[in-house]
T-cell receptor, first 111, second 115 residues
């Protein structure tokens, strides 16, 4: 998976709790992305980063925040998880901003 | 806004050719991609085509691009049961004022290969 890991791989949490998902890369790629995948919606971009401390919103950013303090790590935080955030979350990396390589995914269930 | 459309399902017999179709809307897309997702796994980049090309062949995979009709297809020759997966088409778009392209994905085509 092009040197990308995601943690945790599975998580079950309760509504209202904070959750942080981690994406770690060993490729030293500049760009990093967080997507969610839901049936009937395909992949939708949540947030992305184009460098350390440089992030921007994607299509479905409400309820999510991100941070990138190091090139290799991109964190996705749900400040107060809701059931609508139950999904599979994928991290991706890219050297150029075009061709993207995906991590194995995190399955999050919010009860 | 930008949109990428794909049919949701395709079923073929082992050994036949599979053709997965995709239409996109952004005529300024520089690259178009095909990704494969097996159950429980992430997306694997299969192939891509630059927008000034009509065709790209890579072993059993052939990508055809009709830029006039904004139509992209992926042909898999001699389809095997191991090809059963969801295939995503994606176009690269340039955000207005942005410094990079982002990908817009279709909803995916589930390919089922019957022995």
């Amino acid at each position: 998976d092009a040197g990308i890991t995601q943690s945790p791989r599975h998580k079950v949490t309760e509504t209202g709790t904070p959750v942080t998902l981690r994406c770690h890369q060993t490729e030293n790629h500049r760009y990093m992305y967080w997507y969610r995948q839901d049936p009937g919606h395909g992949l939708r971009l949540i947030h992305y980063s184009y460098g350390v401390k440089d992030t921007d919103k994607g299509e479905v950013s409400d309820g999510y925040s991100v941070s990138r303090s190091k090139t290799e790590d991109f964190l996705l935080t749900l400040e107060s998880a809701t059931s609508s955030q139950t999904s599979v979350y994928f991290c991706a990396i890219s050297e150029s901003g075009d061709e993207q390589f995906f991590g194995p995914g995190t399955r999050l269930t919010v009860l | 806004g930008e949109d990428v459309e794909q049919s949701l399902f395709l079923s073929v017999r082992e050994g036949d050719s599979s053709v997965i179709n995709c239409t996109y809307t952004d005529s300024s897309s520089t690259y178009l991609y095909w990704y494969k997702q097996e159950p429980g796994a992430g997306l694997q980049l299969l192939t891509y085509i630059f927008s000034n090309m009509d065709m790209k062949q890579d072993q059993r995979l052939t990508v055809l691009l009709n830029k006039k009709d904004k139509h992209l297809s992926l042909r898999i020759a001699d389809t095997q049961t191991g090809d059963s997966a969801i295939y995503f088409c994606a176009e690269s778009i340039q955000e207005v004022g942005g410094s990079q392209g982002n990908l817009i994905f279709g909803k995916g085509t589930k390919l089922s290969v019957k022995p």
